[in-house]
Every structure is written in structure tokens, then in C-alpha cells.
T-cell receptor, first 114, second 112 residues
């Protein structure tokens, strides 16, 4: 069993839809939770960053972390064709006090149809 | 003014060759990483350096040797390339433990 599980999709939605992306994990030591977006032939770019449990909102994006259920979500409101990309969840604890050992999900490919 | 830059962007080579990938970051971060992304988009950590010191070495064949001449640079040398080494290699940096990583745009390595 992988440490982080993510539905690979692909997910296809019409423009304007609400998108829900989810990850589950097994390591209760994870404290830092992130969502990255990756366009084709580009590096992952940070979308959302959350420490411990709770919600965080940034524009059309909302990240939720439920540590008791070991479950994180990313919601995209009013989805746009420019949101079409692979979305990667990632999480870590602090490794040796100096660095991150960021563990990624397998990514969900999202296509927003105009 | 690219934050994390990698060269080359594409690398096509034959089995058995030795190749290097270079990475530089201008963010002033103390920690740098190499990640490997396979054909299914799965990203896996290979190495982490903090201020030129190797912190994480994640069960990578010893044909892969990272080198950090200073905290702004992290290079990856690969000896005796194999077909299975074909992947996209990403360099990343972060300012501190627990902080998000900033990624470069990757080096697409194809071994024939």
C-alpha cells in the first residue's frame, strides 16, 4: 500500500463546475499538506499549503485537511479551461529537523471543457 | 529571473553512457532536492541536501551521485545509464524544514 493514495482520474468537467480532488494517507506523522498543479512539460507549482488540520481558501481554491480521517481535499470553484492540468497532493513531516521528505500522490489529470 | 533552473531540458543518450544534470536556485534556500517522475507522473524523492550536506538518500542505485558545490547548486551525475533511468528529473529547493518545495521545469532523460 502506498503512503499516499490519490484517484488518478482522468476527470473531465464542464467549465464552471465545482471540482473535488482527494487524497488519503497512512502516515499519522504527516504535518504539512500541499497541493501542486503541473502543466504538461512543466514542473509542479504550489497551489495550496496547509499545516495540520483545517481549511484554507485562496480565490477559487479551497484546501481541507482532516487528520483524524487521514484525508485531504482540494476544491476548485468555477473551474476554467486554464485549470486543466495534473493535480498532485503532497505531504511531509520534518526529516532530521532540516529538510522535508515530501511524499506525493500519483496525481489526478483534470480536463475542463469550454 | 527563473527561481530554480535545470540544464539541459532534454537529454537523449545511449545505454552505458555517463551524463550530468545541473541545477541552480536563486531563491537563497538552504535545502535542495532531486526528484524522479516516472511515465505515470509519480514523483519520488531521490536526494536532499541541506547547506551542501547530504540529508536524504532514498534507496537510489549508487550509479547516481549528487554533488552540491555550494548551497545554490545541486548537480546529478549518472553513470552507466540504463533503460529504466528514462524519466523526468526535477530539481527543487525549500527555505526550511516544513516549507513547500519550489520546482524547476525538469530534465527529460531518454535512454535508448
Amino acid at each position: 500500500q502506498k503512503e499516499v493514495e490519490q484517484d488518478p482520474g482522468p476527470l473531465s468537467v464542464p467549465e464552471g463546475a465545482i471540482v473535488s480532488l482527494n487524497c488519503t494517507y497512512s502516515n499519522s506523522a504527516f504535518q504539512y499538506f500541499m497541493w501542486y498543479r503541473q502543466y504538461s512539460r512543466k514542473g509542479p507549482e504550489l497551489l495550496m499549503y496547509t499545516y495540520s488540520s483545517g481549511n484554507k481558501e485562496d480565490g477559487r481554491f479551497t484546501a481541507q485537511v482532516d487528520k483524524s480521517s487521514k484525508y485531504i481535499s482540494l476544491f476548485i470553484r468555477d473551474s476554467q479551461p486554464s485549470d486543466s492540468a495534473t493535480y498532485l497532493c503532497a505531504m511531509s513531516d520534518v526529516y532530521g529537523g532540516a529538510t522535508n521528505k515530501l511524499i506525493f500522490g500519483t496525481g489526478t489529470l483534470l480536463a475542463v471543457q469550454p | 529571473d527563473t527561481a530554480v533552473s535545470q540544464t539541459p531540458k532534454y537529454l537523449v543518450t545511449q545505454m552505458g553512457n555517463d551524463k550530468s544534470i545541473k541545477c541552480e536556485q536563486n531563491l537563497g534556500h538552504d535545502t535542495m532536492y532531486w526528484y524522479k517522475q516516472d511515465s505515470k507522473k509519480f514523483l519520488k524523492i531521490m536526494f536532499s541536501y541541506n547547506n551542501k550536506e547530504l540529508i536524504i538518500n532514498e534507496t537510489v542505485p549508487n550509479r547516481f551521485s549528487p554533488k552540491s558545490p555550494d548551497k545554490a547548486h545541486l548537480n546529478l551525475h549518472i553513470n552507466s545509464l540504463e533503460l529504466g533511468d528514462s524519466a523526468v528529473y526535477f530539481c527543487a529547493s525549500s527555505p526550511a524544514a516544513g516549507s513547500p518545495l519550489h520546482f524547476g521545469n525538469g530534465t527529460r532523460l531518454t535512454v535508448t
